[in-house]
């Protein structure tokens, strides 16, 4: 366990038995009633939270779903607006995390995040929401989490599946990172940080799901993930991954590892030193062959058929992605994504 640490948006207690800080970080809030949002099934890791959290909990609601439903966020507010609560404290994965986000964006509560997979979204100020088949996303410094606590121990029990697919969603935002407008040193050591842990942590995490050690690195390059992504501009990736998503309700971490490789081999050719950067911190000679492996060792499945997607719907993606606005080392036709997506579709 590391002494608090400070953010620009947030002050993180880090490592084995950081969760016994929370209190504490919440008293830096000066809150008195804190709603925690988390899905269903999350008794084995909210129950030490609430109670290192204490009497400030004043409700608990158990009903993030993946991409951030309209409908949910309006229940969350409506109980937030029922308990009276002055803060909202996410516990789980990216699903709580964005919740969380979204009532801040509603209301402007302050948000603390106690994050038990890998993402690193609670190091961001972006938020996505679902309307109806839409997914729209954005940035508000409202919306950061102002205390992230990292507790290795919450995540032993997290499934190896789980684990990989949202460790390669973090790779993600790292990779997207390396190659942004304007990156900036700091931006790209963090994102080459970031991938080296990650993909030196997750298999090991794949073979032992109790390595303290390995939860601890992972959760470091979750962070570092978090903090590149928040320092750039996302790409072509996380745009097909948003439509994919909020479009066809493709599963999120899963989806970005699936249509990772394709996307940095497009971009390839427009982005050398970043796309050697990616294959540097991999340990690989190449990053595309680099990220289909390390998806291969992870266990992870290998198309996007194979998690429910109807090639049929390629034609449709295509226009959704091509004709959004989104900065990219290289342009992008519908034909591209296209070819992106029917690539990603085949094992």
Known sequence: MRPIAESPHARVAFGPGSLSQLGELLDGLAVGRVLVVTTA????????????????????????????????????????????????????????????????????????????????????????????DVKRTGRDARVAPRVVVYDPMLTLTLPASVSAASGMNAIAHAVEALYAPGVTDVV????????????????????????????TAAF?????????????????????????????????????????????????????DAVAAVAAALGADEAEAGLHALNRALGLSQSLTDIGFDEADIPRAAELVATASYPNPRPVSVDDVRGILTRASRP
């Open 41 to 132: 099934g999350r008794s084995s890791s909210l129950e030490p939270v609430l109670g290192a959290a204490g009497t400030r909990i004043t409700g608990v609601a158990p009903i993030a779903r993946e991409h951030v439903p309209a409908e949910v966020v309006q229940q969350a507010v409506q109980e937030l607006d029922r308990l009276r609560a002055d803060a909202v404290l996410a516990v789980g994965g990216g699903s709580a995390t964005g919740l969380a986000k979204a009532i801040a964006l509603e209301r402007g509560v302050p948000v603390a995040a106690v994050p038990t997979t890998y993402a690193g979204s609670e190091m961001t100020s972006i938020f996505g929401v679902t309307d109806g």
């Open 220 to 272: 470091a390059g979750a962070q570092a993930a978090g903090v590149a992504l928040e320092l750039a501009a996302m790409g072509l990736h996380h745009k097909i991954c948003h439509v994919l998503g909020g479009s066809f309700g493709l599963p999120h971490a899963l989806t970005h590892a699936i249509v990772l490789p394709h996307v940095v081999a497009f971009n390839s050719p427009a982005a050398v």
């Open 188 to 215: 790209a050591a963090a994102a080459r940080e970031a991938i080296r842990r990650l993909s030196e942590s997750l298999p090991a995490i794949v073979k032992r799901l109790d390595d303290v050690p390995a939860r």
